[in-house]
């Protein structure tokens, strides 16, 4: 198994500009899990999916962002407009059939927002 | 604030030493999980101890779980080089078991 694919890898752009951030979780996992990384903050969740459905989403920063899983292959975590604080290392993680339960994470996306 | 602290926050050793890391939490748990974080890269999982469980082991890694203290050490024996990463502690909640909440972390160095 490929593992969970994260793209872009990098990503540099400028403040006010659209990002969209992509998630392939493991085949056959049931849960996604959008994660952000700062040195100040440490690991924090932003939302997770079962079963391609949000399920909690009170992690994420303010309205600029957004995620949507359209199936079970595919999820996007959006920033628009984007803003230096952004700046940040994205994860996407997926567990099989219960979240409590080990998660997969993907390589990160690391963007900067200038 | 934090779910889960480690302690300490960085840790430098020599290769054959054995490492120990703790996390300290504050609600009561589910599970308890540590990851390895290399440098650049994301997570990956280390072992899970359940809140029923005491200790467990896999390879040259203890984990011990004391729930009346609400902590954990991770121990790593006989280190290597490639041990060299940052360890994270993650709680699962007993009241909401759908997310793990991550500590602080503790940087791991080990020197050949």
């Known amino acids: 198994d490929a593992g969970v694919i994260q793209s872009p890898r990098h990503e540099v752009t400028e403040m006010g500009q659209e990002v969209t951030l992509r998630c392939k979780p493991i085949s056959g996992h049931d849960y996604l899990f959008w994660y952000r990384q700062t040195m100040m903050r440490g690991l924090e969740l932003l939302i997770y999916f079962n079963n391609n459905v949000p399920i909690d989403d009170s992690g994420m920063p303010e309205d600029r962002f957004s995620a949507k899983m359209p199936n079970a292959s595919f999820s996007t975590l959006k920033i628009q407009p984007s803003e230096p604080r952004d700046s940040a290392v994205y994860f996407c993680?997926?567990?099989?059939?219960?979240?409590?339960?080990?998660?997969?994470f993907g390589p990160g996306t690391r963007l900067l927002v200038l | 604030s934090q779910q889960g602290e480690e302690d300490p926050q960085a840790l430098s050793i020599q290769e054959g030493e054995n490492a120990t890391m703790n996390c300290s939490y504050k609600?009561?748990?589910?599970?308890l999980q540590w990851y390895r974080q290399n440098s650049g890269r994301g997570l990956v999982h280390l072992i899970l101890?359940?809140?029923?469980?005491r200790e467990k082991h896999s390879g040259r890694l203890r984990v011990t779980l004391d729930t009346s203290k609400k902590s954990s050490s991770l121990l790593i024996t006989a280190s290597r080089a490639a041990d060299t990463a940052s360890y994270f502690c993650a709680t699962v909640l007993s009241y909401n078991t759908d997310k793990l909440i991550f500590g602080t972390g503790t940087r791991l160095q080990v020197f050949p």
């Open positions: 993680a997926s567990s099989l059939r219960r979240s409590q339960e080990t998660q997969y």
């Open positions: 609600t009561s748990i589910n599970n």
């Open positions: 101890i359940r809140s029923n469980e």
